[in-house]
């Protein structure tokens, strides 16, 4: 089992629509939990962390936690084609280092 | 405040020669990460350093690969001697103490012919 799964690409949704990003993680000890944006060519760029339970908004992203599922998923609303990237879920672990999955890439088609 | 800097920004090398990556953290940051990214995969630890010792090196293919932090500033990736399946862009991160992000430099795009 891989330690941070990511759902398979790519995904396309029309400019304008709700873009849904999901992920799972292994170790359940886990505790912080980001969302990079990796645009072709481009190295990683934060855009969303998030620690606790639930929902963190910041402004279109809202990233959402479930760590009893061991579930993280990053909502895109209003999607925009600047949007078009591949997303990274990336998650913590004891030695303050981060695994990686693999990414879902994002098309926005205007 | 100034970015993580990583040269150079590509590299092409044939097989069996040996290479070398520089990365310069953000000031201040004490710990600083070194991941490998192959095309269409998510980044993957190599090593990582916290200020100028070895936190965790366990992926790190250390028959041919090596990698140092002098003074807990600069730091080089280096390997030796290289091979197909190193073709990777070697990306180099640094965050602050506690629970953040990293903030991840350009990378550097090695391709191995």
């Known amino acids: 089992q891989k330690e941070v799964e990511q759902n398979s690409g790519p995904l396309s949704v029309p400019e304008g629509a709700i873009a849904s990003l999901n992920c799972t993680y292994s170790?359940?000890?886990?505790?912080?939990f980001f969302w990079y944006r990796q645009y072709s060519g481009k190295s990683p760029e934060l855009i969303m962390s998030i620690y606790s339970n639930g929902d963190k908004e910041d402004g279109r992203f809202t990233a959402q936690l479930n760590k009893a599922s061991q579930y993280v998923s990053l909502l895109i609303r209003d999607s925009q084609p600047s949007d078009s990237a591949t997303y990274l879920c990336?998650?913590?672990?004891?030695?303050?280092?981060?695994?990686f999955g693999a990414g879902t890439r994002l098309t926005v088609k205007p | 405040e100034a970015g993580v800097a990583q040269s150079p920004r590509y590299k092409i090398i044939e097989k069996r020669q040996s290479v070398a990556f520089w990365c310069n953290p953000i000031s201040g940051h004490a710990t600083l990460y070194w991941y490998q990214q192959i095309l269409g995969q998510g980044p993957k630890l190599l090593i990582q350093?916290?200020?100028?010792?070895?936190?965790?090196d366990s992926q790190l293919p250390k028959d041919r690969f090596s990698a140092e932090r002098l003074k807990g500033v600069d730091s080089t990736l280096k390997i030796q001697p290289a091979k197909l399946e190193d073709s990777a862009v070697y990306l180099c991160?640094?965050?602050?103490?506690?629970?953040?992000?990293?903030?991840f430099g350009s990378g550097t795009r090695l391709t191995v012919v």
């Open positions: 350093f916290q200020n100028n010792g070895v936190v965790d």
């Open positions: 170790d359940r000890g886990s505790q912080s």
């Open positions: 990336a998650v913590s672990t004891n030695n303050n280092d981060m695994r």
């Open positions: 991160a640094s965050k602050r103490g506690g629970d953040y992000g990293y903030t």
